[in-house]
């Protein structure tokens, strides 16, 4: 009996303790330059405690000694000023997309040291898939013995915990295991997260959403999807699937008939639907917002597109009660004038404007580097739980 009580205080003192060494950490990256005895104060933790975290986190080379404080008025000392060290490690994150895969190498304040871009639409297999993805990371990997893990970015269902794809519709693929496929290949941990939900994290992180604590991404580009955060953190949903804006209803009259492998509202606002439109046309999807300031025809299809678009975004505004609402993605950041002239009008016709009063759209900052950035996030928050 007195084993077991022993071992239960042992496991409550081992996990004060995490917790304790996560607070210190947190604190260190939030505020360079800091001493030991400035955390100890601020967290309300004994210096003994906070010393013995420090020097572990110095001897591992996360944290850096940098420089010396000011004394006291007492005098004394000066005390050692401490930093996290950003190139401690690196991360790379992947963005897989409609038409390109882009793979950058960052450390882990974000600053990014290589990239590398693919076409990807011609993938047509999992086998496809999985030698693209490896060709993508190939020069960024030369340094595993430095990399922390891996991020990657799809456009589909994804279950967050466990890595496993259900569905990604750009490609027509399904049930991919790729956490686990892709770590036995790369030999490095793994995090995989849907494109839009890690996009949502880029801009939190990085982005014109850095100091919000509830927003809504909509992301425009092959597809279209949403990605969501409560309280400053990530809502998935219970198994990662929260976000999946292209599956909305806004005209089920219409919609009943539906035949195409994307969403919905993806019907009526995606690459994807605009590229089938544009096939008798012989024009690009930038061609077809280019003429439609001028083409009555594009004119009237994009109205109708950000219309739909406009309700579904209603439809979630209404939902969710969020400060912000950031529109990025491939079309959206480039199209963000177009689009916002033709959806922000409708918006303002539904949304009671109690609640709309307090909503800003911005147009997303980190244009084709939300996801990557994202991933590459992902990968701290999931290995030191930041």
Not at 83 to 97: A, T
Not at 208 to 219: E, I, T
Request: aromatic share 10%.
């Amino acid at each position: 009996m007195r084993d077991t009580t022993c071992s239960k205080w042992g496991e409550i003192i081992l996990n004060s303790f995490k917790v304790s060494e996560h607070r210190v950490f947190k604190f260190i990256r939030a505020n360079p330059l800091v001493s030991r005895t400035q955390i100890a104060s601020k967290l309300r933790l004994s210096k003994v405690l906070v010393s013995q975290i420090v020097n572990r986190f110095v001897e591992s080379g996360v944290v850096l000694e940098v420089a010396k404080g000011q004394s006291s008025s007492r005098g004394g000392k000066k005390p050692v000023l401490l930093s996290f060290n950003c190139e401690y490690r690196y991360v790379i994150g992947v963005d897989v997309g409609g038409t390109k895969i882009k793979a950058i190498l960052a450390d882990l304040d974000g600053n990014i040291l290589q990239q590398k871009n693919l076409p990807s639409k011609d993938i047509r297999s999992k086998k496809d898939f999985y030698v693209l993805l490896r060709e993508s990371i190939g020069s960024l990997i030369d340094r595993r013995d430095r990399i922390l893990g891996i991020g990657i970015g799809v456009p589909g269902t994804v279950d967050s915990e466990s890595g496993f794809v259900r569905y990604m519709p750009a490609f027509d693929l399904k049930d991919l295991d790729l956490k686990r496929d892709f770590e036995r290949l790369v030999r490095l941990p793994v995090f995989v997260g849907n494109d839009v939900t890690l996009n949502a994290l880029g801009e939190l992180w990085k982005g014109v959403a850095n100091g919000y604590k509830n927003f809504l991404m909509v992301s425009l580009g092959t597809g279209t999807g949403a990605g969501i955060v409560i309280n400053g953190e990530l809502y998935e949903g219970s198994r990662g699937m929260a976000g999946e804006m292209g599956y909305t209803v806004t005209d089920w009259s219409r919609e009943k008939m539906h035949d195409l492998s994307f969403g919905r509202l993806e019907r009526w606002f995606s690459g994807y639907s605009f590229e089938r439109f544009l096939r008798s046309f012989n024009k690009t999807v930038k061609e077809f917002f280019d003429l439609s300031d001028t083409n009555e025809e594009f004119s009237r299809v994009l109205d109708e597109a950000c219309e739909h678009l406009a309700l579904a975004i209603c439809n979630a505004i209404c939902l969710l009660d969020p400060e912000l609402v950031v529109i990025g993605g491939g079309i959206g950041y480039n199209q963000y004038e177009r689009i916002t002239k033709r959806l922000l009008p409708v918006v303002e016709r539904v949304v009671p404007n109690e609640i709309l009063e307090h909503v800003e759209f911005k147009k997303a900052a980190l244009a084709d580097l939300g996801v990557c950035l994202g991933a590459v996030y992902l990968v701290q928050k999931k290995i030191f739980v930041i």
